[in-house]
């Protein structure tokens, strides 16, 4: 069945870059768009980002540029999250989430989140 | 960027109630509007999709309304199972943006 299994909980210094991963099983993986959507702990969802696991093309949340990375790898079916220079702020859940096939920056399946912590 | 009000903050319900949330955009959105429930520990799921399009799988009893700025999602009988933070989410234009949650409890 379709799944999206992301990688292991994290923890970071401030200063510091954190790599998560999400592999993608069940679907064909270049036909969805993929995204990043955090969640700090006990609030709202923000999206961070999208791309395009074809062609490898992305768009960042504003808030993100120049921080953010993200990138896949199509013989792994394996999309990567990349942040740096991490602050106390970074400290989330963050999760990978597919684009629906009925419509564009919606998203019916997500991975199970992984968690990363930035603490001195 | 497009904000995104959700009203209650949290409610509290009993088994069989019907139950009303309603959503605020600070700009129209036609209808690029979707609906997720997250419980603890969980990633989201998307229920409602384009304002009042029901996600695969999801029961009958949970649909949605509204254009422009005021979107409502709307459960007809409550279940247990139910008991969760309900998200909206507008997809209209770049940045997608969510709305604070609003929490179901028992009553």
């Known amino acids: 069945q379709l799944q999206l299994v992301q990688s292991g909980a994290e923890v970071r210094k401030p200063g510091a870059s954190v790599r998560v991963s999400c592999k993608a099983s069940?679907?064909?993986?270049?036909?969805?768009?993929m995204h990043w959507v955090r969640q700090v702990s006990g609030q709202g969802l923000e999206w961070m980002g999208i791309?395009?696991?074809?062609?490898?093309?992305?768009s960042y949340a504003q808030k993100f540029q120049g921080r953010v990375t993200m990138t896949r790898d199509t013989s792994t079916s394996t999309v990567f999250l990349d942040l740096s220079s991490l602050r106390s702020e970074d400290t989330a859940v963050y999760y990978c989430?597919?684009?629906?096939?009925?419509?564009?920056?919606?998203?019916?399946?997500w991975g199970q989140g992984t968690l990363v912590t930035v603490s001195s | 960027d497009i904000q995104m009000t959700q009203s209650p903050s949290s409610l509290s319900a009993s088994v069989g109630d019907r139950v009303t949330i309603t959503c605020r955009a600070s700009?129209?959105?036609?209808?690029?509007l979707n609906w997720y429930q997250q419980k603890p520990g969980r990633a989201p799921k998307l229920l409602i999709y384009?304002?009042?399009s029901l996600q695969s799988g999801v029961p009958s009893r949970f649909s949605g309304s509204g254009s422009g700025t005021d979107f409502t999602l709307t459960i007809s009988s409550l279940q247990p199972e139910d008991f969760a933070i309900y998200y909206c989410?507008?997809?209209?234009?770049?940045?997608?943006?969510f709305g604070q949650g609003t929490k179901v409890e028992i009553k």
């Open positions: 989430a597919r684009d629906s096939y009925s419509s564009e920056y919606t998203w019916d399946y």
């Open positions: 069940g679907y064909t993986f270049t036909s969805y768009y």
């Open positions: 791309i395009n696991p074809s062609a490898g093309s992305t």
């Open positions: 700009h129209p959105i036609t209808r690029n």
């Open positions: 384009a304002a009042s």
């Open positions: 989410q507008q997809n209209y234009n770049n940045p997608p943006t």
